[in-house]
């Protein structure tokens, strides 16, 4: 019966959670944004909704393998959104009007993908594509 | 009414009404770097749609096909980045 009532308080906590995912993928103004929002409500959500069937069940071997999904998401959620807001930042995916600050602004090197910490690095960087460019 | 049934009733609206809201962003676009981040939220939503799936009909083998929707949404999204970023050059 306690068992019931954690899987039934966790079911009601991750679909809510996946509603403020889903709220904030629609509501939020710009890519980057939308983007935090799937990162962090929507792996959250989905991990307590995954927590729900681990309790439900109480079996040791399905127990493990839905912490194991929730290991999985946790894991994997915050590489797949690097791997794409890179992606949309070299594209030139528009900022908010509203952003403060851009702080990877003039660091990427637009042809070659590298990323520069320092100014001589961007000099460097962009000294190496013209050699490239020249010899081909 | 047990717990269990009064968190279905709650949670199977809110789960709809969030699957919707993230199709409006996959039509809507702008870019096609929202339209793969809507698509990884819509998968990483079929993942909860399928632990909810499993509790109502008590079959834990539901749990494995969750395990797979979430390595192929991750591959998917990766392989979506991966071609964003290759579409530069032209």
């Not at chain 1, 068992?3 to 308080?9: F, M, Q």
């Not at chain 2, 279905?8 to 969030?18: E, N, Q, R, V």
């Amino acid at each position: 019966m306690s068992a019931e009532l954690v899987a039934a308080i966790f079911l009601v906590i991750g679909s809510f959670f996946m509603l403020i995912a889903g709220i904030g993928v629609v509501r939020l103004p710009d890519l980057y944004l939308r983007m935090s929002a799937t990162t962090k409500a929507a792996t959250f959500g989905v991990g307590f909704t995954v927590l729900a069937a681990a309790t439900f069940f109480g079996d040791l071997g399905v127990s493990t393998r839905a912490v194991a999904t929730v290991l999985f998401l946790f894991l994997t959620a915050p590489v797949a959104a690097h791997v794409l807001g890179r992606a949309a930042y070299l594209n030139e995916v528009p900022l908010w009007e509203g952003t403060i600050t851009d702080e990877l602004k003039g660091k990427y090197n637009l042809k070659s993908h590298k990323l520069a910490s320092s100014e001589e690095d961007i000099d460097r960087l962009s000294d190496e594509v013209d050699g490239e460019n020249s010899n081909a | 009414m047990n717990y269990l049934e009064i968190a279905f009733w709650i949670a199977t609206p809110l789960m709809s009404l969030s699957i919707l809201l993230a199709v409006y962003r996959l039509v809507r676009g702008p870019t096609s770097a929202d339209r793969a981040i809507a698509l990884d939220l819509l998968a990483n939503f079929g993942i909860g749609v399928i632990a909810l799936i499993s509790i109502v009909y008590q079959h834990a083998v539901f749990l494995d096909v969750a395990i797979v929707l979430a390595l192929v949404a991750y591959l998917a999204t990766v392989t979506f980045a991966y071609y964003i970023e290759k579409r530069l050059g032209q």
